[in-house]
């Protein structure tokens, strides 16, 4: 049978899943990661703390471990991520700077890394997270200390670091229309209207049961395509209360569908990442006590009702 990949190519997009340095070393799971996923993105590997761990020393062991494997299965790889609030290193949380000192720091990081890469990582979440859910920008460390100008330096020394990789925004509850979503909307168009390099809105597609479908995630995706820039499904997941039961399972089957073809709808989705592509490996329940069975595959490395409809949709 053709794989999902395979499914998503025939569309001209890609089907692809994240994974975490210490689950390389489950063999029949990156066996199976390798074999049915285009693209891969490291979970944590290439996070600031785990590239730059101590200031201007560049530690890019875990990173180049996820490029090597996914060279080694013909994987592609999308870069997560260069600015972030969260999973920063001691040391720069810290510390107390001044503008001129932490635009420095962020160039130098953003211009490593993404030089590390070039020619290996074929897309970048250049800045992860920067609004809050009301649509104002989120008050983290480069916010408060550099102003909104953080996001358009960023992308123009991501840019400058690697010509061809595309360039992308990433965020989570921005799949429906609303205040973050429009926010994004507002800040891409602008963006674009002074020439600064985005390429691509990701959306991060944390999904749960019992808050309901983005209902309109189809028109959401066709705006953000229609002002000229990529989407991509960046870390689907759809979480459930546990214990996980036939019902429950059957509308997490349906949104897995309906999220697929949302995105082949709309010819500048380009493709979806699922975050861990199997229960067994999964960010939800230790981050969302009392939830999980999120992914497509099942502990055991079955497939799940998941996975038919996306074949489905496919
Ligand atoms: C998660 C990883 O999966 C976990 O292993 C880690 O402990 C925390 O971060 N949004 C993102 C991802 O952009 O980087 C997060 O990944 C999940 C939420």
Redesign the pocket.
Known sequence: AATLDELARRHGRYFGS?V?NPELTDAAYAELLGREFGTTTP??GM?WYATEPRRGVFDFTAGDEIVSYARAHHLKVRG??LL?HS?LPGWLTSGTWTADELRAILKNHITQVVKHYRGKVFAWDVA??IMSEDGTYRENLFYRTLGPGYIADALRWARAADPKAKLYL?D?NVEDIGAKSDAYYTLIKRLKADGVPVDGFGM?A?LALQYGFPGRLPQNVQRFADLGVDVALT?LDIRMALPADTAKLAQQADWYGRVTGACLAVKRCVGITV?GYSDRHS?IPSTFPGEGAALPWDENLRHKPAYDAIRQAL
Do not use: F, M, S, V
Request: aromatic share 22%.
């Open positions: 994240a975490d979970g944590n996070k997560h991520t972030w999973q992860n997270e990433n989570y991060q944390h870390e975050w960010w």
